[in-house]
Every structure is written in structure tokens, then in C-alpha cells.
């Protein structure tokens, strides 16, 4: 490491449950409701029982990864080792454009709750706001970080709790089951990227194993009990949503649970107002979260060569990568200026599912060429497990591409340049 300090290890099981939970919460808050959109109640309630199995069997497949490889490049480690240096480049591609797109999308709802609270306040300017303020918290360390997620994930959690009760009471099933699919099963398919974001980006916690205190233990533990919290949540927040107005009210807007809690108890109800205030916990527990990710990846891809070195330099006093991570916020606000909410979910999901893929076909490759790896934690149900989550990663990629040609011609497009680059690069070098 040529005298770089590395990362320092201080996390326990909770506190990777609180990254679990927190780099996803928002997700519970936003982003999933557009899936109301192209599929209605019933539609998207399929996609993501669909999108639930898929997570549930590949959180468990990726443990097993994450557990016998604690490397803070994540999937791009585990490709690197089944596949060799062009696996490795095609996850760290991957891996990178989800987290480095997915802080956007909760950028413009972290402005536009604030724009619903004090509307003289640009959605634009607060989201920019929030990279500069989230990326200094970020530079503190990776222990004060976490305890502040931890904090903020906790809040999130119980908010989320408290309007399942406040609007339990104005809940009705004939709302949730009018229109309920409009689109019929086209719809389902349509809808498959917003309901992947209701659990986006739990694999995060990978990015953080290098600085975990006895991974092997950890690891597993911090995934199960964010995935079964996150799932508990999932459904909990769409049906009470779903069932309190006309959903169609709901389904294009940044903020639908204020709006449904208004829906119940009037808009100028102070209840409301708290609401809307306090629902900016979960949005600033993800938005920080994804901040420690992607400063990660950037990180480690940069440390084994696939990126400037520069961004593998980590601050001697905090031991944080500081490069790394002013390089993912100044990403991160243009993308903000580029493009809208539903494109930067939809560009975040391709990333996610195709490194969901290359990490499924890692964990068969390296089962098969290193029999003898320290396998401290093992997928149940090998090879079941994997194999339901491999296959419904590629038809969640389908449907993407089905319905997302330009933006998946933008995604192919820069892989195709830089696994060309990288070919000849190496030549050349060589």
C-alpha cells in the first residue's frame, strides 16, 4: 500500500443492520409508488412479491460471497476472482453506476420533502445542498459515520411504524383494489425496476467489510436482519398507501407518504406537517449510506489499478477516502442536472441487476474452481438459491432493457467503450 493508511475495523453486527437498513430506507419513502404508474395496485404488488423471492435468495447467495472474500470492492472482488481482470471491470462498472446513481434519486426527494415543507426552497439547490453537507459528515470516519446512521436509520424505522398506524384507521380495500391492473401482466414487467427499489442497494454492506470487526460472524448476521426488517416494511408501507386515497393521486408524485397521510388528516394538520419533517430521516439515512458505498468502491476499483490511484488515498487523521468520495458527489450533481427521478432509478437498477447477475454466476464459478475457499457462511438450498436469484435477476433485466431501450443503449453503450479501452489498454501495456 505504499505507506496508505487502510481502512480501520470497527463495525459490529448492528451496525451493518443499520447500513442495511439505511442505505435502502428511502426506498420505502419514494421511487416505488412510480411503479403504481405503469402497473397499478395489483400489478406491482405481483412485481414485488417477484422482486421480494429475488432479493431474499440472492441476500442469502451473497453473504456467502461477502463472508469468505471481505473485500471493500464487493462484487468486484468476488468477479475479479471467478472471472479474472475483465469480470472484475464489468462489476466494478456496474456496482459503481448503481451507487453512484441511486444518491441522485434520493437527492431530488430529499428537496422535493423540503420544497413541500417550506416552499419558497428550490428542489434542485437542496438536493445539491445535501451532496456538500452528507459528504463533510462522511469525512468524520467510518465509526462516527455509522453511529450517525445508525441514529438516523433507527428514526426511519420507527417513523415508517408510525404511519402504518395513523393511517391504519383510514385504510380501505376497495381503494387498494380499484384498477388494480390496468396494464394486465405487461404491467408487472414494466414495473419491475421500481419495485427493485424498494430494496436497492443492500448490497452496500459489502463495500464496508474490510473495516467489520470478525466478518466472517458479522457479515451474516447484519443481511438477514436488515432483509427480513426491509421486507416487513416493503409491504406494510404499500398496502396501508394504497389503501387511504384514489392511488392514482399517488403515483407520480416524490412524496407519496405526506400526501397520504394528508389524505387522511387534511393537509393542514399538523400531524402532516411533522411527518413530511420527520420523513426526511429516511431519505438522509440512505442518501448517507450510498455516500459510504460508492467512496468505497471508487476506493478499492482505484486501489487495483482500474482507476486514477488518486482516488485510493485515504486521509491519515480519519482514515476515510476522501477523494473517492468528493469524486462520487461531483458525479452524483450532475447527474442531478442531467437527467429526472425515473431515469436515474432506472439507470441504477440496470447497474444493480447486472451486478446481481455476474456476483450469481461468481458464487457457482468459484463453488466449482476454489472447492477449498474458507467458506464461513454457505448458501442454504445450494444450488436452489442462487438459481432463483440469477434467473429473476435476468428477467428483471429484461424488462428494464424491454422497456427502457435509450437508457439501456446509454449503459451498454459506455461498457462496450470501456471493456474495449480496458482490451486494448492492457495490450498495450503488456
Known sequence: MHGNPSLKKVLKPVHLWALAVGLVISGEYFGWNLGWDVAGTGGFLIATILVTIFYVTFIFSFTELTAAIPHAGGPFAYAYK?????????????????????????????????????PTLPVLAVAIGSYVVFTVINFLGIKESVVFSLIVTILAVCELLLFMGVVAPGFKWENFKQDSMPFGWGGVFAALPFAIWFYLAIEGVAMVAEEVKDPQRTIPRGYIYGIVTLVLLAFGVMFFTGGVTDWHKLARIDYPLPEAISSVLGKQNSWTKVFAGIGLFGLVASFHGVIISYSRQLYAVARDGYLPKVLARVNSKHRTPNVAMITGGVIGIIALCLFNTGDVI?????????????????????????????????????????????????????????????LSFIFFGALAILMILFVVFRRSRS
Not at 472471472?83 to 434519486?105: C, K
Not at 450469481?360 to 444450488?383: A, C, G, H, I, T
Request: overall charge positive; glycine content about 6%.
Open 82 to 118: 471467478a472471472f479474472g481482470p475483465l469480470g472484475g471491470l464489468i462489476a466494478a462498472y456496474a456496482t459503481l453506476v448503481e451507487f453512484l446513481l441511486a444518491p441522485p434519486a434520493v437527492a431530488f426527494a430529499l428537496g422535493s420533502y423540503v420544497h413541500f415543507l417550506a
Open 346 to 406: 432506472t439507470l441504477s437498477a440496470l447497474g444493480a441487476v447486472v451486478m446481481y447477475i455476474i456476483s450469481m454466476v461468481s458464487l457457482f464459478v468459484l463453488r466449482r474452481k476454489q472447492p477449498n475457499l474458507e467458506r464461513p457462511f454457505k448458501v442454504p438450498l445450494y444450488p436452489w438459491f442462487p438459481g432463483i436469484a440469477l434467473v429473476l435477476a435476468i428477467v428483471c433485466l429484461i424488462a428494464i432493457v424491454w422497456y427502457n431501450l435509450f
